[in-house]
């Protein structure tokens, strides 16, 4: 399982490539370092990939977490090349006796640093390098590097020294057992799953926070994974299944609200956003690693499960938190009969809202009907009212005119924004002469009130969005990164969204386009506290607002 290394002897030190050589010599003379001042040796070497490859190996077993080969052995240091197939990655760990050091990669590299404290290991950051990057490294240093590259192996060069000679400058290495909360101490490789014989001795180790123990686990399980696939006998004391479980164990979600209660403060904002970053990476390799073992072909299935979730973290929340209030509001401030009335709704999505109006408002449930642009949604929202796949800019008033056109949780922010003028007048030809349109938008300034984190009533699942404002041509967007986590069925399920763009025009231009193509009545409210918004405002308390307007 571990790479043999033969020492190169310094009279051999002519036959290395002149980059190396550089180094070599260099150090050869010098045994007081910094990092910083090694980092700078390697700068000035020159050193490229094409001077590695005498000792690339990159056919290494499966069961080693990279292949490693020894250059050149001086008295106080060691020269060493790693190569890195798609998907190695090494253990968290330190270098041994190693006092100062450096890395360069070759490759688009994942490293991440870690703080040891008190018995805990927490992940300081987690970054991608770029091919070429020096790192100097201490003795203090516990980090971890990797390939996550899909299609892409490397070689990286690895230079370790310290002022006094010795056999083995990283040797008595510390790998992090997070799963077993112990320290193993090695000569060699710092792999995952090594066979007892690789491991000097066990000491007790770290207990890692949530999303440092998570990684972990998920690197050994895809480790573990790679071997099977070989062939290749288990001679670590790891199992497969029982690790899989541990990583998606019900008893995560206590570890998961404890880590996001510690960094949010009391409106959900992330108060600390370097762990808020590693605690997203982790959790987008987690989901990526669930898809492989679930290997989901059925797109209803996964969908409907999407949905229960949405409906769970988003619809229901925003529903009983305003959308609720300002349809009793309508239905109680201005001349409507919704029993008597037909109403189109636009996005429909699973169909939550509208089902209440039909419950709570009165809405006959064949007076409602609802389009959604999603094949997927409008299977969810026909379990609950009558509803066909369609599109506002392609709707035609001369099958039907109505008396209520209604838009919920800011549909119309998910138009192309080039067209959200055609998208309201297309709306306003749909209604009768007297008909209402009621909608809620949200404002350019949204990420303001925007939590990072959503929860369901019971906690049961939670939403993880990163927002961040983009532009495009002139035009003002908000794009969020979204991770769904759901302990609903049991066992944690990771699902990554994605990033999804919303459209933030001017409030004052959603005014005038409604005041434009529906006419005689447009009125804007805060969403949440239902005050009116004055036509010189940019904006409002909630940042939602709520559209109501008549049309003449």
Not at 158 to 182: F, K
Not at 254 to 268: G, M, V
Not at 466 to 485: A, D, K, Y
Not at 516 to 533: E, T
């Amino acid at each position: 399982m571990l790479q043999s290394t033969t020492p190169v002897t310094a009279s051999e030190i002519r036959h290395l490539p002149p980059s190396l050589r550089h180094i070599a010599e260099t150090l050869s003379r010098e045994r007081h370092l910094r990092p910083a001042d090694m980092r700078k040796v390697v700068l000035e070497a020159r050193v490229n990939e094409e001077d590695l490859a005498p000792w690339a190996d990159l056919d290494h077993s499966p069961a080693d977490s990279y292949g490693r080969k020894l250059v050149y052995k001086g008295g106080h240091f060691e020269i060493m090349v790693m190569s890195w197939q798609p998907g190695d990655f090494s253990t968290i760990h330190d270098h041994g006796y190693t006092q100062w050091g450096a890395v360069q990669v070759f490759g688009p590299a994942e490293h991440a640093t870690f703080r040891l404290e008190d018995d805990r290991i927490y992940t300081l950051a987690r970054w991608q390098m770029k091919p070429g990057e020096v790192i100097g490294v201490s003795h203090s240093l516990l980090h971890q590097m990797g390939n996550p590259s899909p299609d892409t192996p490397f070689l990286t060069l690895h230079v370790y020294g310290e002022p006094e000679d010795v056999d083995n400058v990283t040797g008595d290495a510390r790998v992090i057992d997070l799963e077993n909360e112990t320290i193993q101490r090695v000569d060699g490789g710092v792999f995952f799953a090594l066979p007892p014989e690789a491991v000097k001795r066990v000491e007790p180790g770290p207990r890692g926070d949530f999303p440092t123990r998570l990684r972990h686990l998920i690197e050994l399980v895809r480790r573990l994974r790679r071997m099977k696939a070989a062939g290749l006998p288990n001679r670590s004391d790891k199992n497969l299944d029982q690790i899989i479980g541990d990583m998606q164990a019900p008893a995560q979600r206590e570890r998961l609200l404890r880590c996001l209660e510690a960094h949010t403060d009391e409106y959900n904002h992330q108060s600390n956003s370097v762990y808020w970053r590693a605690l997203n990476w982790e959790l987008r390799e987690m989901a990526a690693l669930q898809d492989e073992l679930l290997e989901e072909k059925s797109t209803e299935d996964a969908f409907h499960q999407y949905a229960e979730l949405y409906d769970k973290l988003i619809g229901k929340p925003c529903l009983n938190g305003f959308m609720g209030n300002y349809l009793r509001f309508f239905a109680r401030e201005y001349p409507v009969q919704l029993d008597q009335m037909e109403l189109l709704s636009l996005g429909c999505g699973t169909g939550l809202v509208e089902d209440w109006m039909i419950r709570e408002l009165g809405i006959p449930y064949e007076q409602l009907f609802g389009l959604d642009i999603s094949e997927a949604m409008v299977v969810e929202a026909s379990r609950r009212i009558r509803a066909e796949t369609g599109d506002v800019l392609t709707l035609d008033p001369a099958v039907q005119l109505w008396d209520i056109a209604y838009s919920g949780l800011n549909v119309f922010h998910y138009i192309n924004h080039q067209q959200l003028e055609e998208a309201i007048r297309n709306t306003a030809a749909l209604l009768k002469p007297g008909g209402w349109f009621v909608g809620d938008f949200i404002t350019p300034d949204t990420i303001r009130w925007d939590p990072n984190v959503m929860y369901s009533e019971d906690r049961r699942a939670s939403s993880l969005r990163t927002p961040r404002l983009v532009e495009v041509e002139g035009s003002l967007f908000q794009e969020s990164e979204i991770l769904n986590i759901s302990f609903l069925e049991g066992p944690m399920r990771v699902t990554y969204a994605g990033k999804h763009k919303r459209f933030l025009p001017p409030l004052h231009r959603v005014r005038t386009y409604f005041e434009r193509h529906v006419g005689s009545r447009v009125d804007l409210y805060d969403a949440h506290s239902l005050q009116p918004i004055p036509e010189w405002a940019d904006t409002c308390p909630s940042t939602r607002y709520v559209v109501i307007a008549r049309k003449g």
